[in-house]
């Protein structure tokens, strides 16, 4: 594990490998520079910490917020990004995810939790996936989506079931909807509980939910509140 604590203006930009956990204590430990996910982990070494770098994630990489990140640059990225927790990755800025390969998304679990109050937008290209799990064995994952804040996960579907999954393999899934919108393409559908005692509940408290395909309860605890 690589520790930065301090501020940097490096231009530079920064590589986390595969293999590699890069660990950052304060705003400017990166610089100005682009960040590139390459299969590595970031994560933060401190509470409070927020990048304002732009991020690019073309490898699986990984996201540990057991100390909570937020990242107000813009991301781009083309492979499964992994998200563990406890704790909560705030993405303010614009996330595009054009999925590439088979079956890649993005994965929260662990008991992290995942604040978009920017824009964040996950399709898919030559019949992948573009999917989204929210709680698995390992742990919760939970969405909230504010005021200002919107996700739209767009991808084509390689199967014939919905592969936006909330509750997976025992997990537990949420979709908080809290003044901002929220919209499952009709390629990609959504699951609430999914296989071996998984839960899924989607709560649409103020703001916008569009679900154009499902949502579609599993054989596990489903629910769809609106406050």
């Known amino acids: 594990v690589l520790t930065l604590s301090g501020n940097s203006n490096y231009s530079g930009g920064t590589n986390i490998n595969a293999g590699s956990t890069l660990s950052v204590g304060s705003n400017t430990a990166l ?3 682009q960040v590139n996910m390459a299969g590595g982990t970031l994560a933060a070494s401190v509470s409070g910490v927020t990048l304002a ?4 994630a073309d490898t699986a990489s990984t996201f540990n917020v057991t100390n909570g990140l ?3 640059g813009n991301m781009n990225g083309s492979a499964t990004q ?13 996330t595009n995810f054009n999925m590439a390969s088979a079956n890649a998304g993005i994965i929260l679990h662990g008991g992290a939790t995942l604040n978009v109050s920017g824009s964040t937008t996950i399709t898919a290209t030559g019949g992948n996936s573009g ?5 698995d064995p390992t742990g919760s994952g939970t969405i909230n ?23 997976q393999l025992g997990g537990t899934g949420i979709i908080n909807v809290n003044g901002g919108s929220l919209t499952i393409g009709a390629a990609t559908g959504l699951i609430l509980g999914n296989a071996g005692s998984g ?19 599993g054989s596990d605890p489903a629910d769809i509140m609106l406050g």
């Open 70 to 72: 937020a990242i107000t």
């Open 131 to 135: 999917y989204m799990t929210i709680g």
């Open 31 to 33: 610089g100005i520079g």
């Open 53 to 56: 770098n732009d991020f690019e």
């Open 199 to 217: 839960s899924g509940t989607l709560n649409v408290n103020s703001g916008t939910a569009t679900i154009l395909a499902g949502p579609t309860a």
């Open 82 to 94: 992994t998200i563990t927790g406890p704790g909560t990755l705030t993405l303010a800025g614009t």
């Open 145 to 167: 989506i504010p005021a200002g804040g919107s996700l739209s996960v767009l991808g084509t579907s390689n199967a014939t079931t919905p592969n936006t999954i909330l509750g």
